[in-house]
């Protein structure tokens, strides 16, 4: 059985959102990043950083694609480098133009099947969809109100009704109709 590690990603302060990595202590940053890029549909054509942080936030080191920053590149740097210097955490930058980020963590060794190739994603430990739904507006269950999430599950609406708020946006978009034709004087052509 071959020593594995195991790293968790999240987004900060969502509860809905987690991916699970198994990784060989030989692969190396630029293998783990291509992996989450594919699972995750991070863009392609991005600068990546991989910026390892301690409890408090502060930068311990940063591996870049493109240059060296200081510790080396990703494609140089392993898993096993990491986990023996401490950098255990990291902040992913998958796009660094817009500064689009996830939580990279080392959750723990563990042992893997000798017949599974790694780095592997635990799609059965995969929770919520991929980033970019969340920033369009997408809320997993766990990570609303409980006000709203008791509603939810019982089948009840929100508190005001969404029929009546969108007869109100007609009656509304009415109004606007009849002043512009009010507005229009034939004469004018």
Known sequence: MEKLLKYKVSLP?????A???????????????????????FPQDQTVVFKAVDALGEAMARFSDSKNLGKGTIDKVCAALCHKEGWDHFIYFYDT??????????VEETVGDEDVRYPIQLEAEAKGPNPIEFERGYVAMEDMPDDK????????EDEDDEDVDDEEEMDDE???????EEAFDEDEM
């Open 149 to 156: 999430r008791r509603r939810l599950l019982k089948g009840n």
């Open 13 to 17: 302060g969502i509860k809905g959102f």
């Open 97 to 106: 133009i817009n500064r689009k980020s996830v939580l990279v963590d080392f």
């Open 19 to 41: 991916r699970f990595y198994l990784l060989k202590p030989t692969t190396s940053l630029y293998s783990f990043h291509k992996l989450m890029r594919a699972d995750m549909d």
């Open 174 to 180: 009415e109004e606007l109709v009849a002043e512009d």
